[in-house]
Each structure stands twice: as structure tokens, then as C-alpha cells.
């Protein structure tokens, strides 16, 4: 359902390129839709843990995992449109895009930090990496603000949609840093206690 849920807009922009509805530029609405969306849905991913944890809905866990993977296929489709539809695979090219121009070289670091994810994103990963897999899947958060800021840098005049992307952002990583305060200083006050009961 959330899998079917997410890959819609997907669909949505396949009919409007079928019907010609993708203006006078096909090209950069299908740049700027598929990477608008992955950034969106890795977002959502990242707000899964915040919601459960603020509202107690522990069944929405595994949707990180599910939007996580659909983002990563939006901004694969995004890249690959960057690729073969905007430079015709002339590698050259491409690689002076991401050495040179700023924003390309953001987009490239934040796809280059969910590959390892999505390898990973299997339950035998999980239990064969253990902790490791927690720390290495921190990774998101590092490809989000590559995603915002390559959105920030490529938009020249109306900044309103990557800046509420930056805010949502923002939210997120200031939920994050409460939730890590509140596990220092539960795991301070444990130690606390049993300093304590050891010392009695």
C-alpha cells in the first residue's frame, strides 16, 4: 500500500509524458519531478522514527525501510536522467558537471551515500552488521542535507519550494538532536544508579 502510495507520482508523470503534458521542456519537469520527489520521500523516511516515538504508532517502523528504497529509485531515475536524457551518456561531460558546478557535485555526494544504504537495507545486513548498521545508516541524514543544498544551489530565483525542504529538514535533524539528549542523559542517569547501588 505505502510501496503503491509512493510510486505514484511516479505513474502520474509517466501519463502526462504519453500525453504530452510535460511542457516545453520534458527534459528538466522530468529532472526536477523525480528529484523533487525522491528528496521528499527520503525525508518522510527520516520523519518515521520521530512520529513513532512522539505518537507511540509503532506499526509505522517498517515504513521507513519501504520509503527509504522508493526514494533511492526516484534519485536513481533522477540521476539516470541526468546521465542519458541531459548528456547523452558523454562521460567527459559529466564528470566535469560533477567536478565543476557545485550543485551537481552535492546531488552526486548525497546519491553516493545511499548506495551503501540500499545494499544494506536487507534484515541479513542488519543482524550481520549489528551496531554497525545503525551508525552506517546515519548515512541519510548526510544524504538529506546533500539533497537540500543541491536543490538550494540549482534554484535561481523562486527559493520557496528547497527552502521548505531545508525546514522540514531543519525539524528533523532538531528532533534528532532531542531524542540523542534524552538517550545521553537516560544512559547518565543509569550509570548514575548503579554508581550508586555499587557504592552501598
Known sequence: MVTAA?????????????????????IEEITHWTGAWGLGLLLASLAVTPVRRLTGWSQIAPFRRTLGLVAFAYLVLHFLTFVGLDHFFDWRSIAEDVIERRYVTAGFLG???????????????MKRLGRRWIQLHRLAYVAAICGVVHF?????????EPLIFAGILALLLGFRAIFALRGHDRGALERGKAERSSAS
Open 111 to 125: 546519491l553516493m551515500c545511499l548506495i551503501p544504504l540500499a545494499a544494506t537495507s536487507t534484515r541479513r545486513s
Open 152 to 160: 538550494l544551489w540549482q534554484v535561481k530565483a523562486d527559493l520557496r
Open 6 to 26: 509512493a510510486f505514484s507520482p511516479l505513474c502520474a508523470l509517466a501519463a502526462r509524458f504519453f500525453r504530452d503534458g510535460l511542457g516545453a521542456n520534458p
